[in-house]
């Protein structure tokens, strides 16, 4: 069963070993992390300041797992309270277990949770404009395009456009059929 648990503690371990697997396959859509990211004195301190950040009310960090593995992470960075109740998204699944749905289950799973029970009214995503997947993960879950910058973040030397999308609280997805 698919489950969207907020980032424990308890996690660090198998929180390091998902990174440690897909390392190589991320990289392929960010740019390298410095090599103490990958010890868990590291991801234990990064799951210390998650947890700060989620009682301060500026992030909510969440780990998707399947039959207990960790098969994805969710994030919801930057909320800003005042005027706007919004956040900006971010998310990544394994190299294993992607083109099954999952992704757009665990965003719908997110998205509840950021319209129930944390009261955001508007989400906000950047996606490189290669990355198609997630563009579709996106407006499967209600997101809509709204701009598109040229040349945007460089990666391994060479430039990419970002795709801009929202969210907003009351949106209907769409149907859709997951992945075999």
Same mark, same amino acid.
């Given at each position: 069963?698919?489950?969207? #648990?907020?980032?424990?503690?308890?996690? !660090? /371990?198998? +929180?390091?070993?998902?990174?440690?697997?897909? =390392?190589?396959?991320?990289?392929?859509?960010?740019?390298?992390?410095?090599?103490?990211?990958? *010890?868990?004195? $590291?991801? #234990?301190?990064?799951?210390?300041?998650?947890? #700060?950040? =989620? $009682?301060?009310?500026?992030?909510? *960090?969440?780990? +998707?797992?399947?039959?207990?593995?960790?098969?994805?992470?969710?994030?919801?960075?930057?909320?800003?309270?005042?005027?706007?109740?919004?956040?900006?998204?971010?998310?990544?699944?394994? /190299?294993?277990? #992607?083109?099954?749905?999952? /992704?757009?289950?665990?965003?719908?799973?997110?998205?509840?949770?950021?319209?129930?029970?944390?009261?955001?009214?508007?989400?906000?995503? %950047?996606?490189?404009?290669?990355?198609?997947?997630?563009?579709?993960?996106?407006?499967?879950?209600?997101?809509?395009?709204?701009? =598109?910058?040229?040349?945007?973040?460089?990666? !391994?030397? *060479?430039?990419?456009? +970002?795709?801009?999308? %929202?969210?907003? $609280?009351? /949106?209907?997805?769409?149907?859709?059929?997951?992945?075999?």
């Amino acid at each position: 069963m698919l489950n969207l #648990q907020p980032l424990a503690r308890g996690d !660090a /371990a198998a +929180l390091l070993a998902f990174e440690l697997e897909n =390392r190589a396959y991320f990289e392929r859509w960010i740019n390298p992390r410095e090599p103490d990211f990958y *010890a868990l004195a $590291a991801v #234990q301190a990064s799951i210390a300041e998650a947890e #700060q950040a =989620r $009682a301060a009310d500026s992030a909510h *960090a969440y780990v +998707l797992k399947l039959h207990d593995e960790i098969v994805g992470r969710i994030n919801l960075r930057h909320v800003e309270r005042r005027f706007f109740n919004k956040a900006m998204l971010g998310y990544r699944m394994s /190299a294993a277990h #992607q083109g099954r749905g999952h /992704a757009t289950r665990a965003l719908a799973m997110v998205l509840e949770e950021a319209r129930t029970r944390l009261g955001l009214w508007r989400i906000e995503a %950047e996606v490189r404009a290669d990355n198609i997947g997630s563009s579709r993960v996106l407006l499967r879950n209600g997101f809509r395009e709204f701009g =598109r910058a040229t040349r945007a973040i460089e990666l !391994a030397g *060479a430039w990419h456009d +970002l795709l801009y999308y %929202e969210w907003h $609280a009351g /949106a209907t997805p769409r149907r859709f059929e997951p992945a075999a």
